[in-house]
């Protein structure tokens, strides 16, 4: 059907994390932000949260392993 065919946004967003102010302020091009080791992934569709995974690696690719459909619930 066209509808199955409409372009719709995806993202997948690897973290959360806080930062003092000082740390924000000393960034520049090139540093390291550390992640925690095991990474959950919210899958947004059109900004609704829809998906939640595990950031990891398949076939040679990084890669979101879905572990649970879910409704908006921001």
């Known amino acids: ?6 372009p719709v946004d ?6 959360r994390i806080k ?3 000082n740390d924000i302020d000393g960034l520049q091009v ?3 932000i550390p992640l925690h080791e ?3 992934v919210d899958l947004r569709i059109n900004n609704l949260l829809r998906f939640q995974g595990e950031f990891g ?3 040679g690719l990084r ?3 879905i ?5 908006d619930s921001e």
């Open 1 to 6: 059907s066209y509808v199955n065919g409409l």
């Open 19 to 21: 930062l003092e102010l």
């Open 30 to 32: 090139g540093d390291f």
């Open 57 to 59: 690696e398949e076939a």
């Open 10 to 15: 995806l993202i997948a967003e690897l973290q």
């Open 67 to 71: 572990s649970n459909r879910t409704e």
């Open 63 to 65: 890669a979101v392993r």
């Open 38 to 40: 095991k990474m959950e």
